[in-house]
């Protein structure tokens, strides 16, 4: 089992590798909207092989796929309390482990893209996409958000990436569609990232 200072480190370098690489998320809102089901019926294996065979593809995303990620954050964050709770009333050092583990992203976003109504990877794509845009404007102070920065300690591409709007680096009608929804959508990711980082 890591160690919690492990686990910390480990988040924390791939917090910064996600920093480091582009806001930016391109692609066809239209091929988005192929993979979202909004009536939520689970999407067959097939599909999900599919999605996940275009995982290294940069994504954009519509209304309804910012729908679909809501519907799964909302779910992970039922799933990371209910953990949460099995950890504090454990009766045993594995059944604590267990329950801490069951907190990690790992585990809770094939619920999340169940919830959701999308193909995992298709679910896990947008999530990324969605977060690193988040990110970037909690950094920025634009949200209102867990996370802080040393800009003494960041890196000039970092400092250059939290100069600019990372929602102008967006397709014009993803922009529009997250903008429309930060009211709901950045209080909900606040508070996951909340709840995952006392998780870790």
Do not use: N
Request: aromatic share 4%; charged share 20%; hydrophobic share 45%.
């Amino acid at each position: 089992m890591p160690t919690r200072s492990r686990l910390r480190g480990a988040r924390l370098a791939a917090l910064l590798l996600a920093l480091a690489g582009t806001a930016a998320c391109g692609g066809s809102d239209g091929a988005s909207d192929a993979a979202v089901d909004t009536s939520r019926t689970p999407v067959v294996a097939a599909a999900a092989a599919g999605d996940d065979a275009d995982s290294a593809q940069p994504l954009g995303f519509t209304a309804a796929g910012l729908d679909a990620y809501e519907r799964g954050l909302r779910r992970e964050i039922e799933l990371v309390r209910a953990a949460q709770e099995r950890a504090r009333t454990a009766a045993t050092p594995q059944e604590r482990a267990q329950a801490a583990q069951a907190q990690w992203d790992d585990q809770t976003m094939p619920e999340g893209a169940r919830s959701a109504g999308v193909a995992e990877g298709h679910y896990r794509r947008i999530r990324a996409s969605v977060g690193t845009v988040l990110r970037t404007l909690d950094f920025q102070g634009a949200i209102d958000g867990p996370l802080t920065l040393d800009t003494a300690r960041a890196t000039p591409e970092m400092k250059r990436q939290f100069a600019s709007d990372p929602l102008a680096a967006l397709p014009p009608a993803s922009a529009a569609a997250l903008r429309a929804r930060l009211g709901r959508l950045a209080p909900l990711w606040a508070e996951y990232m909340g709840l995952t980082a006392v998780a870790g």
